[in-house]
Each structure stands twice: as structure tokens, then as C-alpha cells.
């Protein structure tokens, strides 16, 4: 795994995977939505994501047009910092507060002004795979069906992920991608998220979690990172 996968998955560490399996990365897949995941590539090679996460019960995905280059819509991603996303880092407090009230801790808050790229991952998300300036793909495991304590796994490879089967569980995988696109035109940066419950106990206790919070907030939170980072991607083609 390269230098630049090792800065991103700090970027993603306690932060966005928190965003992404509790305040919500699945959305309502619309018709547009809906044609990117048939096409099932990134920039016309297969995606990694199906090695990583073939079968799940969850899913969701969020789209936006960037006109910058693949290198310097990747750069902005592993530079994004919570000052770019305020509502972001208020909604991952507001989730975790009941937990903390209550003994059971949360992730923790990377400082604001620094790029989470700088943050040192506590072991939670790990890189497992990449495609440079095409695909990234992080991914995680605990008990996200879980209000008050998740219980992240601390992985050491991607072969630790692929191979946990813990029946309590659920695994996450993360991927950003560049689904289609030139320079011109510009490219579009797709966020997509699967969840696997490993038992049918599992799937039951996600279930309600998902309907219940995870769907609402969801389109909220992958808009505020993919405006965030098509932001700071139009920032450095003036430098």
C-alpha cells in the first residue's frame, strides 16, 4: 500500500469511519445513482470494491462533478480537514454523546485546523486496496448496530478484514472513485459504502439502527465531504 493510501486512511481514521457507520454514508440510490452502480467500474476498470466487500445487505451512494484532474481531486481528499466540514464534525459529537455520558467513549476529534491526513490511525480503518488517482478503498469492523458502544476491531491488514467472521459484527467498506469523466468536463468522484451483517442476528439488530438513523442523516454527511473536497480540488488548479 502506497504513501498517499497510508495519509488518506489517517484522514478517514476515527472520523469518517465514525460518520460513515454511525451518522450515516448510505443514501436513497437515485436513477442517476442507480446507473453509476450498474456500471460497476472506475474509469473503466473493475472496481476494487467488489474484491473487497462483494456480498452486503446495506448499501449507498453519493455522486458529485469535479472539474479538476484525478491527482489533484485525490490531493484535496487526503488534505480535507473538520474546519472544511463544521456540520460534519457536530453531527459525529451529537452521535457519540449518549455513549459518552454514559462511560462508553466514541472516537476521537482529530484538531480541526490540521489535515486528518496527519492524524495518527488508531488501527480502526485500514487501507484495503487502491487504485492511485482511480479508486480508494478503506474498511473497518465492529458492533455498528451498537448506540452506545461500537466495539471497533483493530485490523493490521486487509487480510484480517477478509478474513473476520465474527457472527456479532458487521464489516464496512468505504470506497471513493472516479466513476467517469475528462478534464474538460470534469470528473465525477463517487462515494460508495457497503455494510455486511455476518449473521442473520447481526442484519436484525442493524436494521432499525439503519432505518432509524443511519438513512436521514446520510445524505447529509457524504454531500458535506464531497463538497468539501470538490472545494478544496478547485483551490489547487489556481495555485
Request: no cysteine; hydrophobic share 45%.
Amino acid at each position: 500500500m502506497g504513501r498517499s493510501a497510508t495519509r488518506i486512511v489517517r484522514l478517514v481514521g476515527p472520523a469518517a469511519l465514525a460518520a460513515a457507520a454511525a451518522a450515516g454514508a448510505y443514501v436513497v440510490v437515485r436513477a442517476r445513482q442507480r446507473e453509476l452502480a450498474a456500471t460497476g467500474s472506475a474509469l473503466g476498470q473493475a472496481l476494487l470494491l467488489e474484491e473487497v466487500l462483494p456480498r452486503y445487505q446495506f448499501r449507498g451512494v453519493a455522486s458529485t462533478v469535479i472539474r479538476a484532474t484525478p491527482a489533484q481531486i485525490f490531493r484535496a481528499l487526503e488534505e480535507v480537514t473538520l474546519a472544511d466540514m463544521p456540520l460534519a464534525d457536530a453531527l459525529i459529537k451529537i452521535r457519540y454523546l449518549p455513549g459518552r455520558l454514559l462511560g462508553h467513549g466514541g472516537p476521537e476529534s482529530a484538531p480541526r485546523y490540521r489535515p486528518l491526513s496527519e492524524e495518527v490511525s488508531k488501527g480502526y480503518t485500514i487501507p484495503l486496496a487502491q487504485a492511485p488517482q482511480r479508486e480508494l478503498v478503506l474498511g473497518g469492523v465492529g458492533q455498528f448496530h451498537s448506540m452506545l458502544d461500537q466495539k471497533p476491531v483493530r485490523l493490521k491488514s486487509p487480510e484480517e478484514f477478509l478474513a473476520f467472521s465474527d457472527p456479532i459484527h458487521e464489516k464496512l467498506a468505504m470506497s471513493w472513485y472516479l466513476a467517469e469523466g475528462d478534464e474538460p468536463t470534469g470528473y465525477r468522484l463517487v462515494m460508495e459504502v457497503r455494510t455486511q451483517a455476518l449473521s442473520e442476528k447481526a442484519r436484525g439488530l442493524f436494521l432499525p439502527y439503519w432505518w432509524l438513523l443511519i438513512r436521514w442523516g446520510s445524505e447529509i454527511m457524504s454531500r458535506i465531504l464531497l463538497s468539501a473536497v470538490k472545494r478544496l480540488s478547485l483551490i489547487h488548479i489556481s495555485e
